[in-house]
């Protein structure tokens, strides 16, 4: 029975990967796996951060000498428009600062996984598929 179609299975298109490389692939799979955590975390700090800006926003069409019920933990605290607004701000530059480590991180992991990615379509070339479904 002869089989002469599209998807057949040719000898001669049959790669050999090496331990090494296998490894290579197992580590970009790996790194790319953390980048994908990354990108959604990062979405969420900066979500966060949205927030905390339309808080800011909203408060400054508040009364001075309103309390303003703040969350802290699981309870919320009333403190001034001053301490509410000091507050927000600390913590909007702590969100810019996590922000930014992990821009970095995912920065890091891109350029380790551009470095595995060149050797690896070097060696295998249209063989290896190292690119992400969304991109």
């Known amino acids: 029975m002869a089989n002469s179609g599209k998807g057949t299975f040719q000898r001669d298109s049959d790669v050999h990967i090496s331990y090494e490389d296998q490894q290579k692939i197992n580590k970009f799979a790996r790194l790319n796996a953390k980048v994908d955590d990354l990108k959604d975390e990062l979405k969420v700090k900066q979500n966060d951060m949205k927030n905390l800006e339309e808080a800011v926003e909203e408060l ?3 009364d001075d000498s309103e309390k303003i019920p703040y969350l802290v933990g699981e309870v919320f605290i009333c403190q001034s428009l001053e301490d509410t607004l000091q507050s927000l701000e600390d913590n909007k530059t702590k969100k810019q600062d996590e922000i930014a480590e992990l821009e970095a991180k995912c920065d ?9 990615k060149a050797h690896l379509y070097g060696k295998f070339g249209s063989h290896i598929n190292l690119e992400n479904e969304e991109s």
Request: proline share 0%; net charge negative; charged share 25%.
């Open 108 to 116: 890091d992991l891109k350029s380790q996984m551009a470095e595995l």
């Open 60 to 62: 400054g069409l508040a």
